[in-house]
């Protein structure tokens, strides 16, 4: 029975399998695929600053109007926005004129997971 983790794919509908941490075992192509995807979202700083404003907003949701001060565009954010949300890191929920993003707790979970270092038996 394989020990690889769960990310919410694209869009939050359901589980996507992900990767057991990078100690335990080779990826699998389909595992490397899918954190490939992650890191590469990821990969651009003003993602990261994106990502991180979502993951520690209070309540752990973040309004656009609220995240958006990242020395970009508008639309240049809501790019950047989609490119999280395609690589399963983000979920998004419109309501009104605002979209409001969340990074959910099992994303952050899986990540650690995959980076961490085989606890000693």
Same mark, same amino acid.
């Given at each position: 029975?394989?020990? &690889?983790?769960?990310?919410?794919? &694209?869009?939050? #509908?359901? $589980?996507?399998? =992900?990767? +057991? +941490?990078? &100690?335990?075992?080779?990826?699998? !192509?389909?595992?490397?695929?899918?954190?490939?995807?992650?890191?590469?979202?990821?990969?651009?700083? $003003?993602?990261?600053?994106?990502?991180?404003?979502?993951?520690? /907003?209070?309540?752990?949701?973040?309004?656009? =109007?609220?995240?958006?001060?990242?020395? $970009?565009? #508008?639309?240049?954010?809501? /790019?950047?926005?989609?490119?999280?949300?395609?690589?399963?890191?983000?979920?998004?929920?419109?309501?009104?004129?605002?979209?409001?993003?969340?990074?959910? +707790?099992?994303?952050? &979970? !899986?990540?650690?997971?995959?980076?961490?270092? +085989?606890?000693? $038996?």
């Amino acid at each position: 029975m394989s020990n &690889a983790k769960a990310l919410p794919e &694209a869009g939050g #509908q359901g $589980v996507a399998p =992900c990767c +057991p +941490p990078l &100690a335990e075992r080779p990826m699998t !192509a389909e595992e490397a695929e899918t954190a490939a995807r992650m890191f590469k979202a990821l990969g651009d700083p $003003v993602r990261l600053r994106l990502f991180s404003a979502v993951a520690s /907003h209070e309540g752990g949701e973040a309004c656009v =109007c609220d995240i958006s001060d990242v020395g $970009v565009s #508008q639309p240049t954010v809501s /790019h950047h926005l989609k490119k999280l949300k395609e690589a399963g890191l983000l979920t998004s929920e419109r309501r009104g004129t605002w979209v409001y993003y969340r990074v959910e +707790p099992s994303v952050l &979970a !899986a990540m650690g997971r995959l980076l961490a270092l +085989p606890s000693a $038996v």
